[in-house]
């Protein structure tokens, strides 16, 4: 990105907004985002959950979810809810002194209470009829075996192969969850298997019947970092996805033998994560490694090399916080990757990563290190010692709201940057690009002074239909360096 130097009118606006309110501190009427994280707790969640909990206050954290999965952990194996734990209690030594930098993080005992033990413990899908495994899963060696699994076995009444209740204290607080009058969409993150999730719906069908039921499912948008166990079978059907993407279930086979339901969104993140754990590209780095985050306070200490393959399921939230997308739209493409339609048999609102560059999750990874990196100071320094990210504001339009103009073929586009400002008084960057993954007009449009705050965009004469998607990247020049957006979405208007 190119400096430039900032407008008078920058200048004007830093003079009259000290009152405003950054992004990284959150206003209060700016509504948080509802999730339920499921987790195995395996080798990289933990890291995933250390960098979430810096961001908590931008969530209303319904229910975590901790089931153990093999071949990692055994069903009685207390591994993963321990992990969990000690994670929570660094957080809860932290508070204090994270509180001083963002007063809305949820308190300990908030947390706890919306964290729940699940039940399942059967293997991740492409182990399934292996029936073993021998091997390193990270830097344990693990031996583990198990029976033939079926879906039935598993979900429903019963018990479970292990002698337990299929119903679990994490099903029963999910059916509470699902319960609450609240319309607001509640974003799934599944970090492991969605056993324990399934079996809340098929809970909360059965107590609350086939209406109900169907009333719940659109408010319902899951993330899935794989489809990790068979009980995805439930929302999503096997034979599609083995046969019309780019899924690949090893040896497993279908056992469920009805129709799936629809959710109101599923995203299948098929690979792209894996750049947070490893790669096998020549001069590949991990983004964050142990040495970059241990020594910012108790939770930084927990921190490992395990890597992260689970933080994309919330940076696309995150990234939309910042201006850069819109989380009921993947195709815009967000810090968590760019995702488009399955398609074909599958629901309008399913989407997967099959076919799309790794990059789109690759390029943000400077920005989102960046943000972490940041905040991780909050553990060591006071405020006003630690950098807060810059606002951008378009047209004098300051929110984090995505902008849609309409205009005809021919038409001059103002777009005016120059009230951005930055409230520890920073120098900005302004950088302008069009997004051409994200849009659906095919020609060209160039920015010739992308680091302009004012600019004219002239609109193709061969638009036709299509929509262009220009992003401004406004990063200032503190330590470490954080980036806001804004995205303007130009349509034709007919």
């Known amino acids: 990105m190119k400096n430039s130097i900032i407008a008078i009118a920058t200048v004007l606006t830093l003079l009259t907004s000290c009152q405003m309110q950054p992004p990284s501190e959150k206003s209060s009427d700016q509504e948080r985002i509802r999730t339920i994280i499921l987790t195995d707790m395996t080798h990289d969640d933990g890291n995933s959950l250390i960098r979430y909990l810096y961001y908590s206050s931008w969530f209303d954290l319904e229910a975590m979810i901790v089931t153990n999965q093999l071949p990692d952990f055994n069903h009685d194996d207390t591994g993963p809810w321990d992990k969990a734990m000690g994670i929570l209690d660094a957080y809860r030594e932290e508070l204090p002194q994270l509180r001083k930098h963002d007063p809305d993080l949820p308190g300990y005992e908030e947390l706890m209470a919306v964290t729940k033990q699940g039940r399942g413990a059967i293997p991740i899908i492409w182990l399934t009829n292996t ?66 999730f399934v079996q809340a719906l098929y809970r909360y069908r059965q107590k609350h019947g086939e209406e109900k039921f169907r009333e719940l499912l659109p408010r ?30 090893g040896t497993a086979i279908p056992t469920y033998g009805k129709e799936p339901v629809e959710l109101g969104m599923v995203l299948y993140e098929y690979g792209h994560f894996w750049y947070y754990v490893w790669s096998d590209e020549p001069g590949y780095e991990r ?29 696309y939230l995150l990234s939309s916080m910042l201006g850069l ?61 630690v950098n807060r990210e810059p606002v951008a504001a378009v047209n004098g339009d300051q929110s984090n709201s995505i902008i849609r103009l309409k205009a005809a073929p ?36 160039e920015i010739a002074t992308p680091a302009d705050p004012l600019q004219e965009i002239t609109i193709p004469l061969d638009i036709n239909e299509d929509d262009i998607h220009i992003v401004l990247e406004l990063t200032d020049n503190g330590t470490p360096a954080l980036t806001s957006y804004r995205r303007v979405i130009i349509e034709t208007k007919l």
């Open 131 to 196: 029936l073993e495994f021998s091997n390193w899963i990270a830097d344990r060696y693990v031996t583990s075996s198990w029976d033939s699994i079926c879906f039935h076995d598993w979900i429903g009444e019963g018990l479970t192969p292990h002698g337990e209740p299929k119903d679990s204290e994490g099903s029963d607080f999910l059916v509470e969850v699902f319960e609450k009058d609240d319309d607001r969409p509640i974003y799934v993150q599944a970090w492991g298997g969605t056993i324990t």
């Open 220 to 249: 319902l948008h899951l993330y899935g970092i794989l489809f990790q166990d068979i009980t995805f079978e439930f929302f999503a059907s096997f034979e599609k996805m083995q046969n019309e993407t780019c899924a690949g279930f």
């Open 287 to 315: 983004p964050v490694t142990s040495q970059m985050v241990n020594g910012h306070g108790p939770m930084s200490d927990i921190y490992d090399d395990g890597g992260e393959g689970d933080t994309p399921a919330f940076l």
């Open 325 to 385: 997308n819109d989380h009921l739209d993947p195709t815009q493409g967000s810090w968590g990757s760019m995702f488009r339609p399955m398609g074909g048999g599958f629901p309008d609102r399913y989407y997967y990563t099959c076919n799309v560059d790794q990059n789109e999750l690759i390029r943000w990874i400077p920005a989102a290190t960046n943000s972490f990196m940041n905040r991780l100071l909050w553990s060591v320094k006071e405020p006003g010692q």
């Open 410 to 445: 021919g038409d001059v586009i103002s777009l005016d940057a120059s009230g951005s400002y930055d409230p520890d008084g920073d120098e900005l960057t302004f950088n302008w690009f069009r997004y051409h993954n994200a849009d659906s007009y095919t020609g060209s449009l």
